[in-house]
Structures are given as structure tokens and as C-alpha cells.
């Protein structure tokens, strides 16, 4: 047998874009520190997980004193290092909102071929820009559409009118975090639900998010 007759099946991309609050109000309580690290932790299970079918990828929008593209999506295992986050300046979520779209919408960065892709909404606080419109050329876009979100308010302050509208889905509910350790559960159920797709007979289909059963943290503060 010829050598160009062995045929290498190199695994589907899974994208996994978090967008990120970064306004003022993150950097109080130890929000931004639990966030910084429940990514980090993310990432490093993610680099883990075996990629037979389906390669996870992980992207990082952040929205605050501007919206950044703090880590292009990139093949977890490729990731050696993410600068932490900093908690400054505003809420522009609909400028966030767009970016993601047009991500999502890139077929140089996000092929064909990729599994549905899942988006990661965290928030402490309300939209200071308008969020309406972007939100619903999102809804609108045929790529951008098919992804599973997945939303987290953080402390009393939230809008979750937006965060809810976000998910679009009556059976995904919208998580609450009261104190440091619920952030941290939060991501670890996120990446329970995606590390499942990659071992499933079909990544496509989307995993439930369980929340209930997540180990405890030690951190206590409240938000």
C-alpha cells in the first residue's frame, strides 16, 4: 500500500468562546482574581482532554475599558499562557456582542467543518452601550445562531433580563453567583459539559450543563 493511500482524520474543532465583564465593578470581592482563575483552570483541563474526534478550542472576548480579543481562539493545547484580566472602565456588551458575531461569522478562523460552537456569557452588571441590536443580529446570523450559550450573573447586580434574552432557551437556565466559589463551580460544570462532547460518539450534539454536585471551594466572600 502506497503511502498517500493512509488517510489521517485530524479532529473537528469544538470553539469555546468566553466573553468576559471586565468593567470596575469586577475588580471588587475577588470577582476578577476568580475569574482569572477558573479560566486558567478551564484551559489547562481542556489542554488534557483527548482529541480523537474533536479538538477544543478556546477564545477570550473581554469587555470593559475597551472590547479585546484577549486570547484569539486557539487549540487549548497550544495555549501556554493567558495574561490575567484586568477589571476597568464600562460595560460595552453590545460592541462584545458584534465582535463575537463577526468570530463566529469567520469561516478563515472558524471552518466549516467545526463542531457547534459554545459561547460563554459572564457579567456582573448592566450593558452601557446599547446591547439590543447586536444581540439580535446575532439571532440573526445563520453561524453565529447554532451556538450553545451559556450565561452567569455575578452578584445582585446583574441584568439578567439581558443575560436570560441571551440564552434564548427556555431549558438553559441562567447560573447565579453569590460568592468567589460559585464562579469557580460554574466554569468547572462548562468545561464538564464540553469535555463530555469530545468523548461522545457525536461532539455536535450539546452536553447539560450540572451544576448540582460540584465540589465545594473554600472562598466565602460575597459579591
Excluded at 499562557?81 to 476597568?88: G, I, K, L, R
Excluded at 458575531?101 to 457547534?116: F, G, N, Q, T
Excluded at 447554532?146 to 441584568?159: F, P, T, V, Y
Aim: charged fraction near 25%.
Amino acid at each position: 500500500m502506497a503511502l498517500n493511500d493512509f488517510v489521517v482524520n485530524t479532529p473537528r474543532p469544538l470553539p469555546v468562546i468566553l466573553l468576559c465583564d471586565t468593567s470596575g465593578s469586577m475588580s471588587v470581592d475577588g470577582k476578577i482574581e476568580a475569574l482569572n482563575e477558573a479560566v486558567k483552570q478551564m484551559i489547562t483541563t481542556f489542554a488534557e482532554e483527548s482529541r480523537i474526534r474533536a479538538e477544543i478550542q478556546v477564545g477570550l472576548i473581554t469587555f470593559g475599558q475597551s472590547v479585546n480579543e484577549h486570547l484569539p481562539l486557539t487549540a487549548a493545547k497550544d495555549i501556554t499562557d493567558v495574561s490575567p484580566m484586568q477589571a476597568t472602565g464600562l460595560t460595552p456588551l453590545g460592541a462584545a456582542l458584534n465582535r463575537t458575531r463577526m468570530l463566529l461569522e469567520d469561516k478563515e478562523v472558524i471552518p466549516s467543518r467545526a463542531y457547534r460552537p459554545v459561547i460563554v456569557l459572564v457579567s456582573d452588571g448592566y450593558a452601557t452601550d446599547a446591547w439590543e441590536a447586536p444581540l439580535e443580529a446575532l439571532n440573526r446570523s445563520e453561524r453565529a445562531s447554532k451556538a450553545s450559550r451559556i450565561a452567569m450573573a455575578i452578584g445582585q447586580d446583574a441584568d439578567r433580563i439581558m443575560l436570560e434574552d441571551f440564552i434564548d432557551d427556555p431549558e438553559a437556565p441562567l447560573f447565579e453567583a453569590q460568592h468567589a466559589r460559585d464562579i469557580h463551580k460554574f466554569f468547572r460544570a462548562v468545561t464538564m459539559s464540553v469535555t463530555t462532547r469530545t468523548r461522545s460518539a457525536n461532539p455536535e450534539l450539546a452536553a447539560p450543563i450540572q451544576i448540582q454536585g460540584m465540589p465545594e471551594d473554600d472562598e466565602e466572600l460575597d459579591f
